[in-house]
Antibody, heavy 116, light 109 residues
Framework: EVQLVESGGGLVQPGGSLRLSCAASGFTLGSFEMNWVRQAPGKGLEWISYISSSGSTIYYADSVKGRFTISRDNAKTSLFLQMSSLRAEDTAVYYC?????????WGQGTLVTVSS | EIVLTQSPGTLSLSPGERATLSCRASQSVDTSYLAWYQQKPGQAPRLLIYGASIRATGIPDRFGGSGSGTDFTLTISRLEPEDFAVYYCQQYGSSPPYTFGQGTKLEIK
């Protein structure tokens, strides 16, 4: 069974950092592109980052470029999102999602709250 | 950046009725690059349609996608109680960002 499980969310002060992880099981992570998508409370979905299967191609939304870094460890079957210089507007549930052109599996999400 | 505009914002219908949801792009999107998702409260999004018209695995055939260019449609032929949710379109254009529409909330009338 394919599973994606995010972790690492929590309460952080403005300007702080946090590292999210997404543990993949039930499939070969190294065969798939991956994305991070977030959803602010009561709001819609926002795509924020993509990484190719090998990790050689990476994209970011303008809203996080220069502050967030996506990475993957295919051997350890995990996807990561290093977040720094966090702002109140980064408060959201963060989802990892498998695939490009169609995200067919999503994790349950991890909540990041940026507040003093 | 390609902007996706979904309409209506809220759609109020009864079970058994037909639902038609629209997703309009600010510039042409290849049909291969257009997907639809369903999201229920407290849950992660679920892939319904990709390639504009291809149902994802396990999706009932009452869900259908169509369209091309800048106009895409998600149709639910006969609404079941479990279909009331928020629906998003997303485009995976030739270059990022891979934007979502703002969503259409399908509510019970």
């Amino acid at each position: 069974e394919v599973q994606l499980v995010e972790s690492g969310g929590g309460l952080v002060q403005p300007g702080g950092s946090l590292r999210l992880s997404c543990a993949a099981s039930g499939f070969t992570l190294g065969s798939f592109e991956m994305n991070w998508v977030r959803q602010a409370p009561g709001k819609g979905l926002e795509w924020i980052s993509y990484i190719s299967s090998s990790g050689s191609t990476i994209y970011y939304a303008d809203s996080v470029k220069g502050r967030f870094t996506i990475s993957r460890d295919n051997a350890k079957t995990s996807l990561f999102l290093q977040m720094s210089s966090l702002r109140a507007e980064d408060t959201a549930v963060y989802y990892c999602a498998r695939g490009w052109l169609r995200s067919d599996y999503w994790g349950q999400g991890t909540l990041v709250t940026v507040s003093s | 950046e390609i902007v996706l505009t979904q309409s209506p914002g809220t759609l109020s219908l009864s079970p058994g009725e037909r639902a038609t949801l629209s997703c309009r792009a600010s510039q042409s999107v290849d049909t291969s690059y257009l997907a639809w998702y369903q999201q229920k409260p407290g849950q992660a999004p679920r892939l319904l349609i990709y390639g504009a018209s291809i149902r994802a695995t396990g999706i009932p055939d009452r869900f259908g996608g169509s369209g091309s260019g800048t106009d895409f449609t998600l149709t639910i032929s006969r609404l079941e109680p479990e279909d009331f949710a928020v629906y998003y379109c997303q485009q995976y254009g030739s270059s990022p960002p891979y934007t979502f529409g703002q969503g259409t909330k399908l509510e019970i009338k």
